[in-house]
């Protein structure tokens, strides 16, 4: 038996005995933290699922400091999966590491308050130097975020590594048999990337009242692979949609602010100051009418708005830029929150379930400023959306369609647009004359049967 061996089969009582003062301190403060790490992190209740494929040990860094901190090529790395009810005292005992490792990773490195934050599924890969002590960690979050925490002296420097996916360009095309919603599904485009379209396109289609069977789209958008594996979908590059015989082209740019807008070849934006609908809706249940049946009362009284019905929590977004006027909280109204873009219109918001926003606060297009409700003289969950023209309630429906659009490409960046879109406009031209020459084929070819 080594003396290592034999020193580690000592009774506490004696080993405690033959540490100094000063060592004894030291090692009660470490038995503290690890005390209170098992009382107050409790683990995520969720399965673990154990990977087997390798940890990837060469990862592009983006660093924390200016160079990486060389790791010891001769050490082996350990994998361990964080399960369920795990807490990184639990894992460490697991990996015979003791609770001076625990104490000196915790207490001497950059942002290891995530070290105490482990979720199931994650994994951490450990190096132990020839003393049995841990030399450097690896706290792997996903397949893209790795922190790695490597020892030098007493402390441990904090390197965040995050590895970039590859970006492919992908086309998806489809014609509208019921809904836009349904079609792009069919095609398999996700959730996110249907209401993208719906975004762009928004202030120039009504998707509830415009599109018709038969309507068809096209986009070129983004999608991220890692190790050849999808991890999720990029923006829309261009789209395309023709409706009612009539097709709308958009193009997205990039400011060198890093902002975003989406303009026909012209460069005119497909925005309008105004959302068409300030929600997502599933119908509208009261429109616009100066003779309706109230709901609550059964009187017949002006309508000065439009009702659209929607789940309790839905996000209801500001229609245009604007500063919030009014937020509070009335009988009849519910919660509601009012809108002043400019001094020409506004804009009101009712029966809110919660506010997200008070009064004087400026507030951009599309930005949540509440949550449909049922509060105030309401019979269910839903909006009711007004919008005014100097002090005139006017229908929402066909007023958007005489108010002017957001502001277009200015001519100081009408080069650089141009610039930008010129490859966009080549690809999704090319791809269309694809699709066509295909279509032509299937033609000729049944022609010929």
Not at 26 to 42: K, Q, R
Not at 355 to 370: F, L, S
Not at 373 to 379: E, K, N, P, Q, V
Not at 412 to 435: S, T, V
Request: hydrophobic share 35%; proline share 4%; no cysteine.
């Amino acid at each position: 038996m080594q003396p290592e061996d034999r020193k580690q089969q000592q009774p506490l009582s004696q080993i405690v005995a033959e540490y100094p003062r000063k060592h004894l301190a030291i090692a009660s403060i470490a038995v503290a933290v690890v005390f209170l790490s098992l009382l107050l992190i409790p683990g995520q209740n969720a399965e673990a699922t154990r990977v087997s494929t390798p940890v990837e040990l060469n990862l592009e860094a983006k660093n924390t400091s200016k160079q990486l901190p060389a790791e010891d090529p001769a050490l082996p790395w350990k994998e361990d999966v964080v399960r369920s009810g795990d807490n990184l005292s639990k894992i460490f005992q697991r990996n015979a590491l003791s609770a001076s490792d625990v104490y000196d990773i915790v207490s001497n490195s950059k942002d290891s308050k995530q070290l105490l934050k482990l979720h199931p599924g994650q994994k951490l890969a450990i190096q132990v130097n020839d003393e049995g002590q841990l030399q450097a960690l690896k706290h792997i979050q996903n397949r893209l975020e790795t922190t790695l925490y490597t020892r030098e002296d007493s402390r441990f420097i904090t390197t965040h590594i995050r590895r970039e996916p590859e970006v492919r360009q992908n086309y998806s095309s489809a014609v509208i048999t019921s809904s836009l919603y349904r079609s792009a599904q069919n095609v398999g485009l996700s959730q996110n990337l249907i209401m993208e379209i719906s975004d762009i396109f928004g202030g120039v289609i009504d998707f509830v009242y415009d599109v018709r069977s038969g309507d068809n789209f096209t986009i070129l958008y983004e999608e991220n692979f890692l190790d050849d594996v999808k991890t999720g979908n990029g923006p829309i590059l261009a789209a395309q949609f023709t409706n009612r015989g009539e097709t709308y082209t958009a193009y997205r740019y990039v400011y060198p602010d890093g902002s975003v807008g989406y303009y026909n070849k012209e460069g005119v934006s497909m925005r309008k100051a105004f959302l068409r609908a300030p929600l997502d809706f599933t119908r509208i249940s009261s429109g616009f009418n100066m003779k309706r049946l109230h709901p609550v009362f059964k009187t017949t009284k002006p309508h000065r708005g439009t009702d659209y019905a929607a789940s309790r929590g839905t996000p209801v977004y500001a229609a245009g830029d604007g500063r919030v006027a009014k937020a509070g909280y009335s009988k009849a109204n519910g919660n509601y929150v009012f809108i002043n873009h400019g001094t020409k219109y506004t804009t009101k918001y009712l029966h809110l379930h919660k506010r997200g926003v008070r009064k004087g606060q400026k507030v951009k297009q599309k930005q949540i400023i509440g949550w449909v409700g049922s509060t105030g003289y309401a019979t269910g969950p839903h909006l009711h959306y007004e919008f005014l023209v100097n002090g005139v309630h006017r229908n929402p429906r066909t007023i958007l369609k005489k108010l002017p659009k957001a502001k277009s490409i200015a001519s100081k960046d009408k080069e650089a647009f141009l610039a930008q879109i010129g490859g966009l406009q080549m690809q999704l031209a090319a791809y269309n004359n694809h699709r066509s020459l295909a279509k032509a084929d299937q033609l000729t070819g049944s022609s010929t049967l």
